[in-house]
């Protein structure tokens, strides 16, 4: 499948269309961002359609047909469906920088945008982190991420489209792949607010530190975000992959571009051209797999390309990103 262009806006172009004549400095960090946290240039981000929800229906059942005699009556039949509820998750962050810090600087408007890119980087960390492992049953005020949705093996629903790479103990990790649209799978942010990353100058306040007084630059960081799966059969996670036991050339651990194939061929819409595929990794699977890559004989599946100037190691067309919001000690994944 070719990698298509989203016809839906993703965070990173939220991002840019967010910044002003006095931000445009913050372009820079929006492309750091996006190498830091490839998710934000592959999920669509569509507003909810309840408040801090999102409520869709779900079809786990086709529909009845029938063929028949000319003339012949025919027994009516419906789909099975399902409803599914996702909220949405609010992040904040504030920083202050004292006056006098701006003051002394030969460019205090660079300090403070200094200043706020670590928090911006801190939010998009953050944001990734939660984006695979986010849990509302750990911590109610999450989302649930792509990892806690197919997290317990099954042979149907979001079970079955897990595959074991045969990992054991603690020192696992995943593969995550998925087939972005609005009718399969997408970020939300609460209907009537502003979607992305807001940032708010708050400007000069006097802050009260322990009865005494001190003049600080404030500057609020807010992301109001949630993710929807509505068919979880155009997704996959390869997990139990363990980390210990990866080889180059795939002689002993996982064999990383078999499991990639099986995966693939879970997807179920896989060629459809509307939508946006992507295969999310570490760096130490990509590495691994960059290896066993180059080590296999007649390798006609995966390769490098070189998209908008950057160089992509795609799986049959799709492109494999590297994100360090998937860690190295994940629990093994069981029935």
Known sequence: MAEQPNSYLTLADLYKRQQNAGTKQLANIINMMAKVNPIMEDVPILEANSGNTHKTTRTIQLPQVHWK?????????????????????????????????????????????????????????????????GSKKTNPKQFDGVFTRFSQLASSGEGAQILDAGGTGLDNTSIFLGVWSERNGHLIYPKGTKAGLERKDMGLKSKDDGGKK?????????????????????FCRIANIDVSDLTRDASSG??????????????????????????????TVKQFLHHQMINANGNVTMGMDEVAGKEVMKLLEMPIRECEGIINNEAQVTA
Not at 106 to 125: N, P, W, Y
């Open 214 to 234: 001190l003049l600080v630059w404030e500057e609020m960081f807010q992301q109001h975000v949630g993710l929807t799966i509505r068919k979880p059969n155009e």
């Open 254 to 283: 996982a064999n990383l571009m078999s499991l990639l194939i099986d995966a693939y061929y879970l997807l179920n819409a896989r060629m459809h051209g509307d939508a946006r595929a992507v295969i999310y990794c570490n760096t």
């Open 69 to 133: 005699n000319v003339a012949e009556a025919t027994e009516p039949s419906k789909s099975g469906t399902e409803q599914v509820e996702d909220g949405t998750g609010l992040m904040e962050a504030w920083s202050e920088v004292p006056d006098d810090l701006v003051k002394i600087s030969a460019d205090g408007k660079k300090l403070r945008l200094d200043e706020a890119q670590t928090f911006i980087e801190a939010m998009s960390q953050e944001f990734a982190r939660t984006f695979f492992y």
